[in-house]
Structures are given as structure tokens and as C-alpha cells.
């Protein structure tokens, strides 16, 4: 299966996406997770994007473009893939469309912006890339990665101001894309619940209906 996993920051697409990657044996891939990786690692990749990230804006087309090229066409994809946040961007898309993959559907995670932003101040992630909230999803022993045992912490894009910038980016660059979709027949929308696992039953059962 190869499925693009698309929604306003916060909707719960990570988390989904990693559901659904364990689930079905195949890579989920994270534009956001791999550019954390290199700010963090302090790479050129990492440098460039860090203004971008934190203030709740876009990385370049350009930049994110070739790092998943360079993914999809890698062998651990041979068996499929779900791209989680990306493409952001019509740009992206068709970029995307012009690599000749063939995208089988695309997830829209729907979560209204009043609750994307309470849902936000309750997140905690890890540095393995593992999501929680403090609520909705919270870890066996609080504050400590179910997956790796590391300390959870808050990531700074998640702050107030920069959620108001990140949702604001999601209105006006990545919301055309569920036109885009909607216009080619992929697009499978379903309503994000409070609780993962509700939100995880209606994924499986609208993937379910998917052609592969
Ligand atoms: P995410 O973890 O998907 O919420 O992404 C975190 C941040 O990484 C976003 O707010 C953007 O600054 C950047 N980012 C992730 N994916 C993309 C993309 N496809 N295009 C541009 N910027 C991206």
C-alpha cells in the first residue's frame, strides 16, 4: 500500500501513520521527523531547516522534495509506503506525481482548530520519534517513552505562538492539497476522536475499502 497520511499539526497523523506502518509491515515516512533529525545532529540539511521549523513555516519545496525521492526509491519502500506530512504543498504533489509513484489513497485526519490547539499543549514526544498526549494518549509511566525508555519532552514548535503559525501555514499551503486529492479520487477523509484507538478503528475500516 502506498498512502499519504495528511492533517492539520497535531490531527494525530504520526501516530496513525505508525499504527498503521506496524500494522501493514511497511516504512512510514516523516518529513518532520527527518528534518528534526538533522536539526538535531547539527547537519547542513538540519541548519537550513531550523528557522523554518520553529517558527511554524514551510522548508523549501526543493529540500524536502529530494529527501523523499531519495526515500522512495530506496528498496525499503519496494513493498509500499505512507508518507506522513508530506506533500505540504501543491508544489510537493506534483512534484510527487512526476516521480511516477502511484499514490493508492490519501488519509485526511480531520480536528478542528479549537481542539488542534488544547490537543497541542498536551503533547509529549521522543526522541525515537514515539508520540504521546498527556490525556488522550499518555505513556505507560508519565513522562517515560513506552517504546525506548528515554525521557519525553515538549517539542518547541508546539508552543503556543508557533501552533497559531503552524495552523495558519496548514490553511492556506496544505489545505488545496485535499481539493488536489479529492479531484483524482484518492482522498479518504475520517473525523479524528479524542481517543487514538477510536481514531485508529475508523483508519482501518476506511483503509480497508481501499483498492491496493
Ligand atoms: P511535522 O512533524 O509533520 O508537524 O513537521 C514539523 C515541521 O517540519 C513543519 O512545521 C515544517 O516546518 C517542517 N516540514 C515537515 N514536512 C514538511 C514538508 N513536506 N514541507 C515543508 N516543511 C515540512
Known amino acids: 500500500m502506498n498512502l499519504i497520511i495528511m492533517g492539520a ?39 537550513v531547516a ?47 506525481e512526476d516521480m511516477g509513484v502511484k499514490i ?29 498526549h498527556v490525556d488522550y494518549n499518555p505513556p505507560a509511566v508519565a513522562d517515560v517513552c513506552d517504546k525506548c525508555g528515554k525521557a519525553l519532552y515538549i517539542r518547541k514548535d508546539d508552543k503556543a505562538e508557533t501552533v497559531i503559525n503552524r495552523l495558519e501555514t496548514y490553511h492556506s499551503q496544505t489545505e488545496p492539497l485535499l481539493d488536489f486529492y479529492r479531484e483524482r479520487g484518492l482522498l479518504v477523509a475520517v473525523e479524528g476522536q479524542e481517543k487514538v484507538e477510536d481514531t485508529t478503528e475508523l483508519v482501518r475500516e476506511a483503509l480497508s475499502k481501499i483498492d491496493k
Open 9 to 47: 499539526p497535531g490531527a494525530g497523523k504520526g501516530t496513525q501513520a505508525e499504527l498503521i506502518a506496524a500494522r501493514e509491515n511497511i516504512p512510514a515516512i516523516s518529513t518532520g521527523q527527518i528534518l528534526r533529525d538533522a536539526m538535531k545532529a547539527g547537519t547542513e540539511l538540519g541548519n
Open 50 to 96: 531550523k528557522s523554518y521549523v520553529e517558527s511554524g513555516g514551510l522548508v523549501p519545496d526543493e529540500i524536502v522534495i529530494g529527501i523523499v525521492r531519495d526515500y522512495l526509491v530506496s528498496d525499503a519502500c519496494k513493498n509500499g509506503f505512507i508518507l506522513d506530512g508530506f506533500p505540504r504543498s501543491i508544489a510537493q504533489a506534483q512534484a510527487l
Open 104 to 132: 493508492d489513497a490519501v488519509l485526511s485526519i480531520e480536528v478542528d482548530d479549537a481542539r488542534i490547539v488544547k490537543r497541542m499543549s498536551g503533547r509529549r514526544v521522543c526522541e525515537c520519534g514515539a508520540s504521546y
